[in-house]
């Protein structure tokens, strides 16, 4: 299965796209709620309310809106499965800067909705696209083999990274390291990824197309 999904270019490019996209994401959960505390003083329970909206509400829209517009688009052309998470991501790089540079805390809060809704795009498009590749006794490996690859990076080196930078700017920005830290980092990283996906397009219709039975 592995040598199967290797060999698709379309699935390199969107396993390391997902896994970048996963990368802002996963950062993003983990850190948000400490840079609002930190740049912005707000209270925990207050803070909690909106981040609820944003990431749970919004993350569930986003899911839910980017598979069904992948469905209804991708009857024309399956290469919408690849295009929409890329748009999604080139649409969100702006608003997590945004989300960092602002000073009024509720501004910067409004400026994440987009990200919230817009991070998890990219899954149901990727799981359909993964399974898609292979035949339908490789499904269940092939989804194992691409969630290692999305938390290996996402999971495992997207919130220590930012962490790490944090703790290496304390020194010289006190409280607003956190806020540099996502600054340089989250933006980067869904730009990367909406690159990934793009590249990911070129190459996905052949591929669908000479999958295994």
């Known amino acids: 299965v592995l040598l199967t999904l290797w060999s698709r270019v379309s699935f390199r490019h969107m396993a390391f796209g997902a896994a970048l996209n996963a990368f802002a994401g996963y950062s993003t959960s983990n850190w948000t709620a400490s840079f609002f505390i930190r740049s912005h003083g707000m209270t925990t329970g207050e803070l909690g309310t909106w981040l609820a909206l944003i990431m749970g509400l919004g993350g569930a829209i986003g899911v839910f809106s980017g598979g069904l517009l992948a469905d209804k688009l991708g009857r024309r052309d399956k290469r919408w499965y690849m295009w929409i998470p890329s748009l999604a991501g080139f649409i969100s790089v702006p608003f997590m800067i945004g989300v960092y540079v602002v000073d009024n805390a509720y501004l910067a809060l409004c400026l994440a909705i987009v990200p919230g809704v817009m991070f998890n795009v990219y899954l149901g498009n990727t799981i359909a696209t993964t399974h898609g590749l292979v035949g339908s006794r490789m499904r269940a490996t092939a989804s194992a083999i691409l969630f290692l690859i999305l938390n290996m990076i996402g999971l495992g080196i997207g ?55």
């Open 159 to 213: 919130p220590w990274s930012v962490g790490l930078l944090s703790d290496s700017l304390s020194q010289s920005l006190g409280n607003d390291s956190l806020r540099q830290a996502m600054l340089y980092i989250i933006p980067v990283m869904m730009f990367w990824s909406a690159c990934h996906f793009a590249l990911a397009a070129k190459n996905v219709r052949q591929d669908l197309a000479s999958a295994p039975d």
